[in-house]
């Protein structure tokens, strides 16, 4: 499966991006589609995971501003991220895989990454 994450940017804080996610060369729809983020020098942080049934998981730190959605269709997954703030500020990755609910926070949990993309919030 191969992912190409796009979507990231330069935004003020309390704007919004929207993330995408498109898969190919596998069954999407099978995966669960996980985001994570990740500051240089730092472990990846987990932000966000769908499963194959649309069941949704969120960090804390996002809940509420943040909605992970996927388009079995297209093959897609997004990240609409609302009310951003300058501490959203790092890169992020999509992952996809088949970790079990317990682990889905997990990075270690997901087969295949994409390449990152850079979210900036200036204050």
């Known amino acids: 499966v191969q992912l190409q994450a796009s979507g990231g940017g330069l935004v003020q804080a309390g704007g919004s991006l929207k993330l995408s996610c498109a898969a190919s060369?596998?069954?999407?729809?099978?995966?669960?589609m996980g985001w994570f983020r990740q500051a240089p020098g730092e472990e990846r942080e987990f932000v966000a995971a769908?499963?194959?049934?649309?069941?949704?998981y969120y960090a804390d730190s996002v809940k509420g501003r943040f909605t992970i959605s996927r388009d079995n269709v297209k093959n897609t997954g997004y990240l609409q991220m609302n009310s951003l703030k300058p501490e959203d500020t790092t890169v992020y990755y999509c992952?996809?895989?088949?970790?079990?609910?317990?682990?889905?926070?997990?990075?270690?949990?997901?087969?295949?990454w994409g390449q990152g993309t850079q979210v900036t919030v200036s204050s």
């Open positions: 992952g996809t895989g088949r970790p079990i609910t317990s682990a889905i926070r997990r990075g270690e949990s997901y087969a295949y």
């Open positions: 060369g596998g069954t999407f729809r099978q995966y669960t």
């Open positions: 769908i499963s194959w049934s649309g069941y949704t």
